[in-house]
Structures are given as structure tokens and as C-alpha cells.
């Protein structure tokens, strides 16, 4: 598995837009270490990753392989499967709830929890694949909201909420 870059765990990573990183950081405390889009798109099979968004948002778009969760009714099963020491990427649409499912995780006594900077809204403002809850290839996202989706600015994706 793929040792994490310096950059991946502190704050200040940049997402290619100021204000879309200014957003996030607003949101999230850094209570759990983040990593990069770069850092996972490159690495995918190095890490199990948990999509923490609600079920709709999931059944439209998500990061290939991800498992989903959830967050307001979290499916543990999922998790309490997962080995202690597995390397565990969490996303949502921007990171706020996957920091907050994170959190918990690391309470939980998992040992390598990682948000994802930016969520899928950076994975695919940087052109990176989406699948659609038949794993095909997809440029739909939810967006949570029509408020929200201006953070993303990848012009190839079609916004849905």
C-alpha cells in the first residue's frame, strides 16, 4: 500500500479553486487526517472506500469500488467487517458528514481513517470516473442541493438533486 504524501495529512490542500477550498474548510475541523483526490485516484486499490452519502446520491454516482454507508442511518454491517488496521477513505459530497462518520470510525478503534478532501465533488471537478449503482460509467452527481453544485465546476458533469 501506498504511504501517504505530507500534503495528504494536513490542511491546505489545494483543489483548484480558492473559494470552493475556503467552503470546505469552513465545514470541516480536521479532526481526522485528509488525503487528496491526486493521492486516491492514483492509488484506488490501496484503500477501501466509503461512500457516506445518502442512497439516492449513491444510486446515481459514485467513486468506482466505493461501498456504500450512509449517514443518517449508517449501515455498520458494512464497516464492522472491515479489519481495524484497513486503510479507509470516507467521502461524501464535500467531507463535512464523512468527517463526522470518521470520527466515529476512529472511535471505534480503526487505526487509518482518511477524509477525502473535496469529497466526489473534487473527485470529479478533476475529471475522474464515475459509476452509476450498475458500476457504468456515468457523468451524473448529485449535488445535494441546487446551492450546492456550484462547487462543481467540471463542465461535463450534469447536476442532479
Known sequence: MMALSSMSA????YTGSPEFE???ENYIRFTIPVIGVDDLSS???DYIILDIRE??????SHIPGA???GYEDPDWTKVNALSKDAKIIVYCSI???????????SKDG???????FGSIFEWANQG????????NPTNHLHTYNKEWSKWVRNPSIEKVW
Not at 494536513?10 to 490542500?13: A, D, S, T
Not at 458528514?97 to 470510525?105: A, D, T
Not at 475522474?128 to 450498475?134: P, T, W, Y
Open 22 to 24: 475556503s467552503q470546505i
Open 110 to 116: 480503526f487505526q487509518n481513517v482518511y477524509n477525502l
Open 95 to 105: 467531507g463535512y458528514r464523512s468527517e463526522k462518520i470518521g470520527e466515529k470510525l
Open 55 to 60: 442512497k439516492e446520491e449513491f444510486e446515481i
Open 128 to 135: 475522474n470516473v464515475l459509476v452509476d449503482i450498475k458500476n
Open 43 to 45: 492509488h484506488t486499490d
Open 67 to 69: 461501498i456504500h454507508v
Open 10 to 13: 494536513q490542511k491546505g490542500l
